[in-house]
Nanobody, 125 residues
Framework: QVQLVESGGGLVQPGGSLRLSCAAS????????MGWYRQAPGKQREFVAG???????DYLDSVEGRFTISRNNRDNSIYLQMDSLKPEDTAVYYC???????????????????WGQGTQVIVSS
């Protein structure tokens, strides 16, 4: 089993920045692709960004150029640097990890097996 714990959410003004972190524990050797999803009130959960162990990255169109995902393969931790935040970025952000073998395109569609508990991001003046 894999446990994921997010941190770094909070309240920020439009145009501001936040950095989310996700720490993995447990059977981290079994982890393949990792990424971030978000869910805004009244909306479905959506893919935000994903990264493979080899460094291939994919972003949701609306965050590309503003968000940066990074990964530490030694401990399978990932980060999401969020700049130029907008009110529409307000959501609960979830860390996600897939078992080895799941591709990034597939993870983008249906997510991996492991989820964190989520961290709230509020962008408001």
């Amino acid at each position: 089993q894999v446990q994921l714990v997010e941190s770094g959410g909070g309240l920020v003004q439009p145009g501001g920045s936040l950095r989310l972190s996700c720490a993995a524990s447990g059977s981290i050797f079994s982890i393949g692709v990792m990424g971030w999803y978000r869910q805004a009130p009244g909306k479905q959960r959506e893919f935000v960004a994903g990264v493979t162990s080899g460094g291939t990255i994919d972003y949701l169109d609306s965050v590309e150029g503003r968000f940066t995902i990074s990964r530490n393969n030694r401990d399978n931790s990932i980060y999401l640097q969020m700049d130029s935040l907008k009110p529409e970025d307000t959501a609960v952000y979830y860390c996600n990890a897939a078992r080895r073998g799941l591709t990034l395109p597939t993870m983008r569609i249906r997510g991996g097996a492991y989820w964190g508990q989520g961290t709230q991001v509020i962008v408001s003046s």
